[in-house]
């Protein structure tokens, strides 16, 4: 059985750092992506950062890149996304996917919330 496990988040003041973990069982090793989505209420569900398992190759888009790192650690089978100078416009519930096999991976989302 594959499952994504995701945490961390919370409630966080502008400016302030957080930290999402997507924790995979399941999967193999390497050969796919991971990526964070989030989903502001009353928005689509728009992709934030991806990880390519083989290579660590990464990608964010333009809103975030300079503030969010997104890391592979393969003895915790675990992927990380570091948030940092957080704004009240990264308030939105996150989830991690993992695309395999032509399948959609999601893992329950997890709410971060960037007060003023």
């Known amino acids: 059985d594959v499952q994504l496990q995701a945490s961390g988040g919370g409630l966080v003041q502008v400016g302030g750092s957080t930290r999402l973990s997507c924790t995979k069982s399941?999967?193999?090793?390497?050969?796919?992506?991971i990526a964070w989505f989030r989903q502001a209420r009353g928005k689509e569900r728009e992709g934030v950062s991806v990880?390519?398992?083989?290579?660590?190759?990464?990608y964010y888009i333009e809103s975030v890149k300079g503030r969010f790192t997104i890391s592979h650690d393969k003895a915790r089978n675990t992927v990380t996304l570091q948030m940092h100078s957080l704004k009240p416009e990264d308030t939105a519930v996150y989830y991690c996917?993992?695309?395999?096999?032509?399948?959609?991976?999601w893992g329950k989302g997890t709410q971060v919330t960037v007060s003023s």
């Open positions: 996917n993992a695309h395999l096999y032509g399948e959609d991976y």
């Open positions: 399941g999967f193999p090793n390497d050969g796919y992506v």
């Open positions: 990880i390519n398992l083989s290579d660590s190759s990464t």
